[in-house]
């Protein structure tokens, strides 16, 4: 076990069963070009599920989004569902990042086979940031194509 993660229990299984315990509660969101919104993330099911529900907008336009994570019992693995008012539909697989996890999965873009991925950075009690990032080169290199602040709401 490496000293970093002795020091911080909350990474030392960054795919186990309360990898996401960071993420639950509800936060207020904002992100580059006066995007605003909120989120709620909580246990629900025997608390064997992690539900996400996501409301915001910018000036280009709103978007309502909804997610639903566990980790699967057959095999141990985190997957999560999205869904949202565009009609999006993604599905992605938990892996782990920098001890952290994160979701990923596999598409094409313009031609090209991309991963894409939702990674958690700079998280504490009561903010972190959440990036959506690419890779078209099968993970090299990655560019952030989302970036937002989260701060607790609560008090």
Known sequence: MTERAEADPAVTD???PDAL??????????WTGGGRGSNT????LDDRVIEES????????S????SLSVRDAAD??????WVDSTGAYLVLVGVAVDGRIAFQRETIMNGVQTVQRMVWLDVGTDRLRWEWQ????????WEVAWAID???ASP
């Open 41 to 44: 993330i909580r246990r629900i």
């Open 54 to 61: 996501f409301l915001g907008g910018d000036p280009d336009g």
């Open 134 to 141: 690419r890779s078209s080169d099968g993970g090299t290199t």
């Open 150 to 152: 989260y701060r607790s």
């Open 63 to 66: 978007l309502a989004g909804r």
């Open 21 to 30: 315990d960071f993420w639950l509660g509800t936060w207020l969101l904002s």
């Open 14 to 16: 960054p795919l186990g």
């Open 76 to 81: 141990g693995r985190w997957r999560q569902t």
